[in-house]
C-alpha cells in the first residue's frame, strides 16, 4: 500500500530533551516536507527536500533540523525543544511534476513541557 | 506572495444539505488548486484538485472549478453525509515557488443527522 508513515503518532517530553520524528514513504517520491498544524494558523511548512541531499528552509524553520540521506526518509529533528513546538506535525511527499499531489502522513503530535 | 483565503466555519449543515465552501486566491502565473480533508484523528488526504483554468476536479460526489477570472475554486456538493463532517482546506501549490503548498486556514464542517 502506498503511504508515508510517521512515527511516533503521540508524544510527550520536556524543554531541552533532543527528539526526532521519523518519516518514511514507499512511492519513490523525490519531494518531501514537514508542515506543522496550528489553530488559527493552519499549516505551515517547515522544511522541504527536493531530493536526496537536497534540503531547504520553509516559513518556519527556527528551532528545527531535518536530513535527506535517503530517498525515503525525511526525519524532523527538534535539536531543544521548547513549549512553543507543541504542535501537529505532517509530513507530506510528492513526485516533482508540474501539479505537485502532495500525500500526507497520519501526524505526529507534540507536547512539550 | 501566494495566498488562500477561504470561507470561515463552522458551517453545520443538516444530512441531504448543499454544500459551498468558499476558496478564493492570489498567485502570479498559473498555479494548482487542490482541495483536502481531514477526518477526525486523521492526515490530510487530497479530495480533488484542477491544474488549469476551467478545469473542474470532482471526487465522492464533491466538485470544485478553477475559475481563473474570480481567482477562485470553491468546493460543492449536492448532498451532503454524516460521513462527510471534516475539516476542509484549500491550497495552491505554484512551480515558481518551489512546489510549496500555500494553504487556507480551513473550514470545519458538521453535518447532523
Known amino acids: 500500500e502506498a503511504q508515508v508513515t510517521q512515527n511516533p503518532r503521540y508524544l510527550i517530553t520536556v524543554t531541552g530533551k533532543k527528539l526526532t520524528v521519523t518519516c518514511s514513504q514507499n512511492?519513490?517520491?523525490?519531494?518531501m516536507s514537514w508542515y506543522r498544524q496550528d489553530p488559527g494558523l493552519g499549516l505551515r511548512q517547515i522544511y522541504y527536500?527536493?531530493?536526496?541531499?537536497?534540503?531547504d528552509k520553509g516559513d518556519v524553520p527556527e528551532g528545527y533540523k531535518v536530513s535527506r540521506k535517503e530517498k525515503r526518509n525525511f526525519p524532523l529533528i527538534l535539536e531543544s525543544p521548547s513549549p512553543n513546538q507543541t504542535s501537529l506535525y505532517f509530513c507530506?511527499?510528492?513526485?516533482?511534476?508540474?501539479?505537485?499531489?502532495?500525500?500526507f502522513g497520519p501526524g505526529t503530535r507534540l507536547t512539550v513541557l | 506572495g501566494d495566498s488562500v483565503t477561504q470561507m470561515e466555519g463552522p458551517v453545520t449543515l443538516s444530512e441531504e444539505a448543499f454544500l459551498t465552501i468558499n476558496c478564493t486566491y492570489t498567485a502570479t502565473g498559473y498555479p494548482s488548486l487542490f482541495w483536502y480533508v481531514q477526518y477526525p484523528g486523521e492526515g490530510l488526504q487530497l479530495l480533488l484538485k484542477?491544474?488549469?483554468a476551467d478545469d473542474k476536479g470532482s471526487n465522492k460526489g464533491f466538485e470544485a472549478t478553477y475559475r481563473k477570472e474570480t481567482t477562485s475554486f470553491h468546493l460543492e456538493k449536492g448532498s451532503v453525509q454524516v460521513s462527510d463532517s471534516a475539516v476542509y482546506f484549500c491550497a495552491l501549490s505554484n512551480a515558481g515557488n518551489n512546489r510549496k503548498l500555500i494553504w487556507g486556514l480551513g473550514t470545519s464542517l458538521a453535518v447532523n443527522p
Open positions: 507530506a511527499s510528492a513526485r516533482t511534476s508540474e501539479y505537485n499531489e502532495q500525500f
Open positions: 484542477a491544474t488549469k
Open positions: 527536500s527536493m531530493n536526496v541531499e537536497v534540503t
Open positions: 512511492m519513490n517520491h523525490e519531494y
